[in-house]
């Protein structure tokens, strides 16, 4: 696994996955930054999706992982950043291909869609899985 440092941020619809990730990325001593919300009271998505955005952009962390409800607010939010590449999984196959050819750097999921073991069997492959560049590169710098 490449060095990891790893933004992560939830509105009030997924504070509760936020959590567990953290528990996630603390029981393997992976490097991050909790940039809330830090409560399970309503809050605005669009700003924690800029923070954990501009974390990722300035270099402070390498990788971001944000929740809300659907996981759509947060994609939409981020992906307005220029180099965010934000992807939004349900499943641990477009977890792992986000990465290896789109060399997302924001994953974005829904703590009302799927259940806390997939969301962290997503995390866990998406984090895992590296860029194979060549081709795949290309695209992406066509994207940029
Ligand atoms: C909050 O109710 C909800 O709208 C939010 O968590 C998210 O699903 C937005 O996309």
Known sequence: MEDLKVAVGSDHGGFRYKEQIIEYLKSRNIPYFDVGTHTPEACDYPIIARKVAELVISGQANRGILVCGTGIGMSIA???????????????????????????????????????????????????????????????????
């Open 78 to 144: 981020a992906n307005k950043v220029k180099g965010i590449r934000a992807a939004l999984c349900g499943d641990t196959y477009s977890a792992r291909v986000s990465r290896a050819h789109n060399n997302s750097n924001i994953l974005c999921l829904g703590e009302r869609v799927i259940g806390e073991h997939l969301a962290l069997d997503i995390v866990d492959i998406w984090l895992k899985t590296g860029f194979e560049g060549g081709r795949h590169k290309r695209r992406v710098d066509l994207i940029e």
